[in-house]
């Protein structure tokens, strides 16, 4: 872990600063996790690879055993892999697919996609876009439950 902060020093140091509203505009709301429900020994049985979490979240991750990187964006865990979804469950993440990754006849790898919804960044508006977002308004305005004119109410939006 102190390696990759050695890193993130060296590579803030060569990028621009960003604020967090431009930061949140660009970050993915994915992660993805790799583990094998069989154990690979007995100091370390398990390990579960975290692709894509963000600094903020490996930090609160930090309790559990770490296996160092296996590349810049993965974390290796010595944990299995329950009590890690179980963590990420509770930073804010949930699970939208899984499946059997079966390489190399193991069936006991799996493979789940995480998201997390994070707090809608300040917009980024262009020239045009303020029109594309008025247009959007009016659209939903149609559709809210409680509506004007009674719910009746029709909105013709051009193309």
């Not at 493979?111 to 919804?117: D, F, I």
């Not at 876009?129 to 305005?141: G, K």
Request: glycine content about 8%; aromatic content about 10%.
């Amino acid at each position: 872990l102190q390696a990759y902060q050695g890193n993130q020093r060296k590579t803030t140091q060569q990028t621009p600063i960003t604020t967090k509203a431009e930061s949140n505009r660009f970050s993915m709301p994915y992660i993805l996790i790799r583990g094998n429900l069989a154990s690979y020994g007995h100091k370390h049985p398990f390990r579960v690879l975290v692709s894509g979490l963000k600094a903020a979240d490996i930090e609160q991750l930090n309790r559990f055993p770490c296996g160092g990187y296996s590349d810049e964006s993965t974390v290796v865990y010595l944990q299995h892999p329950c009590v890690m979804l179980t963590a990420l469950e509770v930073l804010g993440y949930r699970v939208v697919a899984s499946s059997s990754t079966a390489v190399k006849q193991d069936y006991n790898e799996y493979m789940w996609t995480m998201r997390k919804e994070f707090s809608d960044p300040e917009p980024y508006l262009s020239e045009t876009s303020s029109a594309v977002i008025e247009r959007d308004n009016l659209a939903n305005s149609g559709r809210e439950g409680g509506s004007f004119n009674g719910g009746n109410s029709k909105i013709d939006l051009p193309e």
